[in-house]
């Protein structure tokens, strides 16, 4: 067994001893030189095609000439995927003959030669379909006067976003820059009132939206899969009905008993709405509570805070390397603590001696028809925040329960046998273990979040999806749009992933 | 025991004549206490925690209850089962549903006898699921429209009522006395209902203070002198029956066999106003959903609908039967709560439910005659069954829609028309199997390592799949799809969206049956190669069958998940369960403030059907073919 361990010997050998698995004497290694070996690697080659098709693509206008004018588009789309697939057609004639040459083997016999003229015709077909499916869609689309036109995104947007950044006021300050400032605010795309500056609002408030159920569905979450294990009979069950009911009713069945059976049932009128304290409201509005206010000396207190955060940042890994180290405790999260507050604490009173608080909360205030003051969260929002938070918090208190449970139970037995308290083994030995499984599944839950937070549409709160459906409905674009959707979508889905990865490689199992 | 050695005797053990009292283990160990100690208070932590989920748990289920029992209104679901259930699927056509349903129950008991070794619960569910729907034109007739009362007083004229009639149907017109149910507790008319017609506001007014005075008992019901007619007249204007009621003969009623197949209309009129309150009830009207649409179909089908007299010389004070949807107001105790909120439901489910479970007893003694059958005809069976489940689909998908054009027996049925748990199987069904062969295509290429361009082909397609939201997907197949084809955009939406779902599930089903390939060893592809077999057979032989007997509990629960994801197809436009509750709580206005009730049940169909499949996973997953051989 411990020959498996051994790395491989000698530079040209990549056979591991010990080993009964054959495949790895499959992956032999490209010969030839270093030039040539690039050229045969799938990246490259992949790479390279896609290019070329983006090449014949942006060409394409000048390559038809070569094709009968008035031709169907049944032809068309034939000859753009003759053209698309030609440099694989020639590679795949010229590794033919090479190969032939080589072992001597006809080439209706070859493997490899029947593999990639199989793969030239996927090819060739999916590349065809796709182009008459586009060429269909551009001629018909032209015809219902729908004509592709990607301009619309600096057209005039029309209505107003009910919700989120004022896309007006937050490019103002470009007015103020010397010199580019007048021209950039006027540049199609950027300005304020278009289907892009729309668009990038829904977004905002799709992200808005999303990292707060993010975050409580996370901390419910990992509070119900600790009651799914708990020795507590009430508790347990509590915990399981809760996550069997919302895992097993459709997210929009959820939102909409959110929506029109919570929200929309509290009082409308601000006298009657439900109070915290007279500090903060709840009505079928939404709810309002306090904001926080700048005043002139906010920055030296918010500065002192950022440096103690980043100053804190440092002292707890500075902490940790000395416990790995040396084994004295870490202590890391008390020298973070006191250095953050700290700092925060004297830029607080350096903030009071210059000249006031450096806070102020403005506490919202309800007269007979409206809030004001403070700042609201929408009923839509919080509907659509509820609705994600319940059903998110069922699977990611599953993922937390498979993720304890996958701790050997003979560990938790040896770290009470070593006199730690609970709440020590709960840290110290469950959550780092059982957190290295349910980050990939809990990666996934996350993409779901973003990409079900899309369902706001129904219940009128608007996200990304209800403007690009709005801006569908008036232009007519759907195309234009729907590739933007999707890109961000995409877009979102990939960036969470990548977060959630680099978080899981700082949490493998480091080997020293 | 008498030569022993002393040391011996020592060792020896003579038990004791009298059993020594057994050691008990303490009480507050065993029995109720000791349970609860051990499961609630075994330390002060978890007692705070028993105590603070205790005051939660019954707070949440005290006043759940008490709105669920005392205050809420299920009649939104009792009046609309069959929307709920098969939505605006045309009424005269409803027996092809029925048909389906009863050849799925057949074959299901069938398939329970037939293949013992498949998990009954499978087959179950789908009973369970069916019962809701078999005959379910028998619900809309052994289970009656509820009757539609009418408060008649003196200050306020009875608007005239049209509805349409089939041949030989049976109407009543009844005047009932108002009872006054604190003086009369055994009343069956006590007034529990109001006549909520959003039209005429002014007996909405009276009522209430109508009823005002019979809570207070301040209202004399005995000074009963209303002096009015009820009249049934048809298409023609002829009466067809008349009723007077007067102070001396309050009570009566007439019933009526409807002649023909029309518009039939029911006018009040006043004789002379004393003083009194009646109802007028109406027996076996179908009442109809949503007002202008259903007018519409009835106006193509019967003609224009009967102009009848306004009370008060006005024109167009008609309403539809329909829109005299009754609502329950007032106390309530939990004997009305059983028998005016839950036993309609159950009333009209018990039959049907019967009904189903019959056919799919009568279905599994066939097929376990068939498997009693010799070895060469149990073959046979085995592949008709086979055959008949894959066939099903298509039958009931060309069953359902019918011929377009002159139809005859089978006239066209818009998709546009199907709708509520019916719409919502077919959406879950259709595309769950197209899906299979998307996903088996989709994992193969890309599990492919040869053929790079395939294999990268595929990756994208999954990924791009999986990263956007359904509902772009579902928005894709309602706005883009169509012009790939035509400029017309002529496909109708339901099959669109059967296609947008099944590639969306496609991809997820080819990441699933990716991971099943993957558990399949390496060695016995490398067997299989050995032994001379090609790739496809190596696939089609070897992988393919072990990698998806390892994943069916993934793909069940890919099954659950569409199940709810077809909930989203009601933002597109089409009438499944939510779609259909939108339409109940939007298109009739005395629906809409009990939109949660309607929710809450939704919801509930939902959480059983996804629980019972949930279950099932879980039983294939430890002891099913997914564990087989594993």
């Known amino acids: 067994m411990s020959d498996q361990a051994q790395p491989p010997t000698g530079s040209g050998d990549f056979f591991v001893l010990g080993t009964n698995d054959l495949s790895v004497s499959r992956s032999q290694p490209v010969q030839g030189s270093l030039l040539e070996r690039f050229v045969k690697t799938p990246s490259f080659i992949i790479s390279g095609f896609f290019l070329y098709v983006l090449f ?224 903060a409201y709840f009505s079928s509005r939404g709810f309002y509570f306090p904001a926080v206010v700048y005043t002139p000396t906010s920055g030296y207190f918010y500065w002192a805070l950022a440096i103690g955060f980043v100053l804190g940042v440092i002292a707890w890994r500075w902490r940790q390397r000395v416990n790995e180290q040396t084994g004295q405790p870490a202590n890391g999260l008390n020298y973070f603590l006191s250095i953050t507050v700290g700092l925060g604490l004297v830029g607080f009173v350096l903030a009071f001696v210059l000249g006031g608080t450096p806070i102020l909360f403005d506490i919202p205030e309800a007269s007979r028809f409206n809030f004001s003051g403070g700042t609201a969260l929408s009923g839509e929002y919080m509907g659509l925040f509820l609705g994600l938070t319940t059903y998110t918090s069922a699977y990611i208190a599953d993922i937390v329960r498979a993720g304890i449970q996958s701790v050997p139970k003979g560990q938790i037995e040896a770290s009470r046998a070593l006199g730690l308290r609970n709440m020590q083994t709960l840290n110290m030995i469950i959550l780092p273990q059982a957190l290295r499984l349910a980050v990939p599944p809990l990666t996934n839950q996350y993409v779901n979040l973003a990409k079900n937070s899309s369902l706001g549409l129904a219940i009128g709160f608007t996200d990304l999806f209800s403007v690009a459906n709005i801006s569908i409905n008036q232009s007519g674009q759907s195309v234009v749009i729907f590739v933007v959707i999707l890109l961000v979508y995409l877009a979102v889905s990939l960036l969470i992933s990548l977060v959630m990865n680099i978080f899981n490689s700082t949490l493998r199992l480091k080997t020293r | 025991m008498t030569d022993f050695p002393q040391r011996q005797q020592d060792l020896l053990f003579v038990a004791p004549k009298e059993a020594p009292q057994s050691r008990k283990p303490p009480a507050n160990t065993i029995g109720v206490v000791g349970w609860l100690r051990e499961n609630l208070f075994s330390s002060w932590a978890n007692s705070i925690a028993t105590v603070t989920t205790a005051i939660v748990l019954v707070w949440f289920l005290s006043t759940t209850l008490n709105w669920a029992i005392f205050n809420a209104e299920w009649t939104v679901v009792n009046n609309n ?265 159950f009333r009209a489910m018990v039959i049907p439910s019967l009904v189903a479970v019959a056919i799919a007893f009568v279905g599994g003694v066939v097929g376990y005659f068939m498997k009693r059958q010799p070895r060469e005809r149990v073959r046979l069976s085995n592949s008709i069954i086979l055959g008949v489940w894959l066939l099903l689909m298509p039958v009931s998908y060309f069953l359902l829609r019918g011929v377009r054009g002159d139809g005859g027996l089978l006239p066209f049925v818009p998709t546009t028309d199907w709708g509520g748990l019916v719409l919502t199987l077919i959406l879950t069904a259709i595309p769950m199997v197209a899906a299979f062969p998307i996903g088996i295509l989709l994992a193969l290429g890309r599990a492919n390592k040869r053929l790079v361009m395939v294999s990268t082909f595929c990756t994208i397609f999954i990924e791009v799949v999986r990263g956007v939201p359904l509902i772009t997907i579902l928005f894709f197949a309602k706005l883009i799809l169509p012009f790939f084809i035509s400029a017309s955009g002529a496909i109708e939406l339901a099959p669109r969206m059967m296609i947008g779902l099944s590639l969306f599930s496609g991809a997820y089903v080819a990441e699933i049956i990716r991971g099943g390939l993957q558990i399949v060893p390496r060695g016995q592809t490398e067997a299989a190669q050995a032994l001379g077999l090609t790739p496809a057979y190596v696939t089609w032989l070897i992988t393919m069958p072990q990698a998806i007997r390892a994943v069916i509990p993934a793909l069940m629960s890919q099954v659950v998940s569409l199940f709810q994801d077809t909930t989203l197809v009601s933002i597109v436009g089409l009438f499944e369960l939510l779609g259909i509750v939108e339409l109940i709580v939007n298109g009739q206005q005395q629906y809409r403030s009990f939109q949660r009730e309607a929710y809450i049940f939704v919801g509930l169909v939902y959480l059983v059907v996804s629980l019972v499949m949930a279950s099932i996973s879980r039983r294939l997953e430890s002891t099913g073919v997914g564990a087989a051989r594993r």
């Open chain 1, 56 to 279: 014949v693509i942006i060409f394409w206008a000048a390559i038809r000439g070569v094709i009968p004018q008035g031709a169907p588009t049944l032809v068309l789309a034939v000859w753009f995927g003759v053209i698309a697939t030609l440099p694989l057609a020639i590679m795949t004639v010229v590794n033919t003959v090479v190969r032939g040459n080589r072992t001597k083997i006809p080439f209706y016999r070859d493997l490899v030669t029947i593999q990639e003229v199989i793969q030239l015709a996927f090819v060739f077909l999916v590349i065809s379909t796709i182009a008459l499916l586009i060429f269909n869609l551009r001629v018909n689309l032209a015809d219902s006067g729908l004509s592709i036109n990607f301009n619309v995104l600096s057209r005039d947007f029309g209505t107003e976003v009910s919700e989120g950044p004022d896309p007006r006021a937050d490019l103002q300050f470009l007015l103020n820059v010397p010199v580019l400032g007048e021209q950039l605010y006027s540049v199609p795309i950027f300005a304020p009132d278009t289907y892009f500056r729309a668009l990038a609002v829904g977004f905002v408030n799709t992200l808005r939206v999303v990292w707060l159920s993010l975050i409580s569905s996370t901390t419910l979450g990992v509070l119900l899969g600790i009651g799914l294990l708990s020795n507590n009979w009430l508790v347990k069950n509590v915990a399981f009905g809760w996550v069997e009911v919302f895992r097993n009713t459709p997210l929009l069945v959820q939102l909409f008993f959110m929506y029109t059976g919570v929200i929309r049932l509290l009082p409308s009128r601000p006298d009657d709405a439900l109070t915290l304290f007279d500090v």
């Open chain 2, 81 to 345: 089962l069959r929307l709920l259930l098969v939505g605006q699927y045309d009424q005269n056509e409803l027996w092809r549903i029925s048909a389906i349903a009863v050849l799925l129950t057949f074959l299901s008991g069938v398939s329970i006898g037939f293949w013992s070794q498949v998990p009954r619960p499978v087959f179950i569910t789908i009973i369970i699921v069916l019962a809701l729907l078999v005959f379910v034109p028998l619900i809309s007739q052994a289970f009656p429209p509820p009757p539609v009362r009418v408060i008649a007083s003196p200050d306020a004229a009875v608007q005239p009522m049209r509805f349409v009639g089939d041949e030989g149907q049976q109407v009543s017109v009844t005047i009932e006395q108002l009872t006054n149910r604190n003086a009369d507790p055994d009343a069956e008319n006590f007034p529990g209902f109001i006549e909520t017609s959003p039209g005429s506001v002014n007996s909405r007014t009276i009522w209430s203070e109508v009823r005002q005075g019979l809570r207070t008992e301040s209202l004399d019901l005995s000074d009963y002198s209303l002096n009015f007619s009820v009249a049934l007249v048809d298409a023609a204007g002829n009466t067809l029956e008349t009723l007077t009621s007067t102070p001396d003969r309050p009570e009566t009623s007439f019933t009526v066999t409807l002649p023909e197949t029309g518009w039939y209309g029911i006018v009040t009129d006043m004789v002379a106003s004393e003083t009194g309150y009646a109802w007028i009830r109406l027996d076996g009207i179908e009442s109809y959903t949503t007002q202008t649409q259903a007018v519409e179909r009835r106006t193509e089908r019967y003609g224009e609908p009967i102009d009848l007299p306004c009370p008060d010389g006005g024109t167009d004070c008609t309403n539809e039967v329909a829109q005299r949807v009754l609502r329950y107001e007032g106390s309530r105790d939990l004997f009305d709560y059983f028998t005016l909120q839950v036993s309609p439901f």
